[in-house]
């Protein structure tokens, strides 16, 4: 897909975790730099939750606020932070205590599937798991062997779960079991440049990847086919997400800019002929 970008917003250490607000603006981080921000629909970026670092993703609270990741799993609305699942519970899971959490997301009842980063470790030696944080505010470990703990998407008509697990470029597939999620497959991503980073489904349930070191975020089936590409003004792709509803648009966030590395972490826009699944909120 041949696709122009326009640029929303630069200078960040990366921009990570973009998310739709519901009033036609987004939040984002910059786990490098730190901090949370929202961009309005008329173009103002303020910061939401300030130095925070390490937040890989975001979701919207049904009770107003955002859930967000890093060092804990932490609801802030209005200025106060209520921590989900943090250091005080690793015991009862297992997890090392270095433990951080990347990417999140909800799931139908509105508990947290969070990918957890054991030992801070973020390349080819990484060691990971999902985390399933429920409304009692207990931690499970659904599985490990995640390496490199990235993009999470629900797939709510095929009730499937999808997480990038980035250094062995594969997505673990798993589907409901009991009251939690089992694995049961996995998807290569070797069709796809890079490294398979964020990852968002469309209305049609495909699988929409973006490429950590490439220059593209890439559409793939779930056999692991590539069924399109688009080619980015940067080198390191972090995440998207879907946004517009009478003009469909992809929100694509960056580590950096090919041709202008002064700018940093970006946020660019682009008109695309396909709109986003629908996503949960918490609950918990």
């Known amino acids: 897909m041949d696709v122009s970008f326009t640029l929303l917003a630069s200078g960040y250490g990366t921009a990570e975790a973009p998310t739709l607000d519901g009033e036609g603006g987004f939040y984002f981080s910059?786990?490098?730099?730190?901090?949370?921000?929202?961009?309005?629909?008329?173009?103002e970026v303020r910061?939401?939750?300030?130095?925070?670092?390490?937040?890989?993703?975001?979701?919207?609270?049904?009770?107003?606020?955002?859930?967000?990741?890093?060092r804990d799993v932490t609801h802030q609305n209005g200025g106060e932070a209520r921590i989900l699942f943090g250091r005080d519970h690793y015991a009862a899971t297992g997890l090392d205590p270095a433990t951080s959490f990347n990417d999140i997301c909800a799931d139908e009842r509105g508990r947290v599937l969070a990918g957890a980063v054991w030992g801070g470790v973020f390349d080819e030696n990484s060691k990971g798991a999902l985390v399933l944080v429920d409304e009692e505010g207990r931690g499970r470990v659904l599985y490990d062997g995640v390496v490199g703990s990235n993009g999470l998407a629900l797939d709510r008509a095929r009730r499937r779960l999808y997480q990038c697990s980035s250094f062995n470029r594969r997505i673990i597939v798993s589907e409901p079991h009991g009251d939690a999620y089992r694995k049961v497959g996995e998807i290569p991503t070797d069709a796809a440049p890079g490294f398979p980073d964020g990852l968002k489904l469309d209305d049609q349930g495909r699988l929409w990847i973006a490429c950590h070191r490439a220059d593209s975020v890439v559409c793939l089936d779930f056999d692991g086919r590539l069924l399109d590409r688009i080619k980015t003004p940067a080198s390191d792709v972090t995440s998207l997400c879907f946004a517009g509803t009478e003009h469909p648009e992809m929100i694509v966030v960056t580590a950096n800019h090919a041709e202008r590395p002064e700018l940093r972490g970006c946020i660019f826009r682009t008109s695309v002929d396909v709109r986003g699944a629908p996503v949960e909120k918490v609950r918990i």
């Open 47 to 70: 910061v939401v939750v300030p130095k925070r670092r390490g937040v890989g993703g975001i979701c919207l609270h049904a009770d107003g606020g955002l859930v967000i990741s890093g």
């Open 30 to 43: 910059d786990p490098i730099d730190g901090g949370v921000y929202h961009r309005d629909a008329a173009g």
